[in-house]
């Protein structure tokens, strides 16, 4: 585009800052803050990178985003390059990772005065409120998230789009010398990776999209009035999605018997609902057990047993009709909240303590010093800015009752996880609604047949709406390749795919090699 030469430089790598060792090298590179006015005011962009270990067998740079919106890049991979990439991919590629635009160490949106009172929102917020008297409130808490944003960074907070950090990844891969992208996004990582697509359909050379979104849903809707009757991830079926993998929790835990703690007495499907009962009547806290709940099923391997005996432990504390104590109240809105902390997607929480101030000068930002612990806010800016939802609190106070009946417990969470978009200052700004068929490139979609985020039914229609992709399913639980059991025939297929471009057979359903309590499948 006219007017972004200046932008195209060598990226200068270095050593690390916070705390992150060799060898990870890290830089930062400046873009436009608004791509319509190029030679304006610039913003910087975070980056790492861990070198290939096989020089001579590089192919390029692999540019990863681990999810979110909001999620920092720069510390995601400094934490996961080791745990998430074969030996085989670090060894042929470089794996680099940014920081969008307005997040963590790129010039952070700030939409408090501090980290400390930021954190403090985000503990009021219940997330979803419970019983519907508790509306008002919370109707008010949420709206005042956009107000504050609006209050202390108005520029930023039009210029955070995906499609503004679509832009930014056409600059980065140009600066580190790769000719086309190579790309795997995970989760709303998918998002970005679809969108670049088809802004630049001639620029990709490679592109894994793994829990994918249905981009047309998350934007506006698949059907005309969608964008006024259905918050995103209704729209999207993640209240179903989320009740199918719980589903499969209960099945699995059935099959395990006693390896399972939550199997004792069988019929798990009615001791469930006999629990959601119990919160429902006030017992313990419903938002706490369902966000608990629906947060532990995107690790399957790492969190279901677990989930399992703490759920017994509740049943059995108010199998006579008391209340939850005071302490295992405490102990379960803590388990609640690391569930979330600990989740690639929202709705967020406050995360405990944030981590240290970040770099200065934000743009359009009244705060006195910059934050780098802002991945709530950022979550909100970005999602509200791509996406339309409904803006009367009537939809949402009708629809938390019929999906709360139709999909108990998760309709209802789902319902008001993106509260804050409904009276969002800038809703839908510099949005891509489309066309999501451009890519010249085939693109490998990877999903899960049970994922509680991104559902089986979302992937499937985002690969038909790229048209020039491939889906390739993995019959097993969890939200993307992170977390779902493993599969040798996956990872074999998104290696071949990532090196030499060779795409699994159409139709292609992947096994698991492992099953949560220790089953074989």
């Not at 989320?242 to 929790?249: K, N, P, S, T, Y």
């Not at 803590?334 to 303590?353: D, E, F, I, M, N």
């Not at 999906?403 to 804050?420: C, H, K, N, Q, S």
Request: net charge positive; hydrophobic share 40%; charged share 15%.
């Amino acid at each position: 585009r006219a007017g972004l030469s200046g932008y195209y430089s060598k990226v200068k790598w270095a050593a690390c800052s916070h705390g992150i060792a060799r060898p990870f090298q890290c830089a930062s590179e400046p873009v436009p803050l608004n791509y319509a006015d190029p030679g304006g005011r610039r913003i910087k962009i975070a980056l790492i990178r861990l070198p290939a270990a096989d020089p001579k067998k590089r192919i390029g740079s692999l540019f990863v985003n681990f999810g979110g919106p909001g999620g920092p890049g720069v510390t995601d991979l400094a934490s996961r390059a080791y745990t998430v990439f074969s030996s085989a991919v670090r060894a042929r590629f470089d794996l680099v990772s940014w920081d969008p635009r307005g997040i963590q160490y790129s010039d952070p949106l700030n939409c408090f005065a501090s980290a400390t009172a930021s954190q403090g929102y985000f503990n009021s917020d219940p997330v979803f409120p419970y019983p519907q008297t508790q509306e008002p409130a919370f109707f008010t808490l949420n709206a005042q998230l956009g107000k504050d944003c609006e209050q202390r960074a108005p520029v930023l907070l039009r210029h955070i789009s995906t499609t503004d950090t679509a832009r930014d990844l056409a600059l980065l891969r140009r600066d580190v010398g790769d000719k086309k992208l190579t790309y795997l996004g995970f989760s709303y990582g998918t998002v970005i990776g679809a969108t670049y697509a088809n802004l630049f359909p001639g620029n990709v050379r490679a592109m894994v999209l793994d829990g994918s979104l249905d981009f047309k849903g998350n934007v506006t809707g698949d059907q005309p009035g969608d964008s006024s009757r259905y918050p995103i991830d209704v729209r999207q079926g993640v209240d179903k999605g989320g009740q199918d993998i719980f589903g499969r929790f209960l099945t699995l835990c059935a099959i395990a018997k006693s390896k399972c703690a939550f199997s004792v007495g069988g019929n798990l499907p009615a001791k469930w609902a006999t629990l959601l009962s119990r919160a429902q009547a006030g017992q313990l806290s419903y938002q706490n057990l369902m966000i608990y709940a629906y947060y532990d099923m995107e690790k399957p391997i790492a969190d279901w047993p677990g989930l399992a005996s703490y759920l017994q432990g509740l049943y059995t504390a108010t199998s006579a009709g008391q209340v939850l104590s005071a302490r295992r109240e405490a102990g379960l809105a803590r388990a609640a909240s690391t569930a979330v902390s600990q989740s690639l997607t929202g709705p967020p929480a406050a995360k405990g303590p944030a981590l240290a101030a970040g770099r200065p000068g934000q743009a359009g930002t009244a705060a006195t010093a910059a934050y780098a612990g802002n991945t709530e806010e950022a979550y909100y800016a970005i999602q509200c800015a791509d996406s339309l939802v409904p803006t009367q609190a009537s939809v949402y106070h009708n629809l938390a009752s019929s999906e709360d009946a139709a999909v108990p417990g998760f309709g209802r969470l789902i319902v008001y996880d993106t509260m804050p978009c409904a009276t969002w200052p800038a809703m839908h700004t510099d949005a891509y609604n489309g066309p999501w068929n451009r890519s010249r490139t085939t693109i490998l979609v990877i999903n899960a047949l049970h994922d509680p985020f991104t559902p089986i039914a979302g992937a499937r229609a985002g690969a038909r709406e790229l048209v020039n992709a491939r889906l390739l399913t993995v019959n097993g639980d969890g939200h993307t390749s992170m977390y779902v059991e493993p599969s040798t025939c996956r990872d074999h297929a998104e290696l071949a795919y990532l090196v030499s471009g060779k795409l699994p057979a159409r139709g292609a359903v992947c096994p698991v090699n492992a099953l949560p309590f220790g089953l074989t499948p």
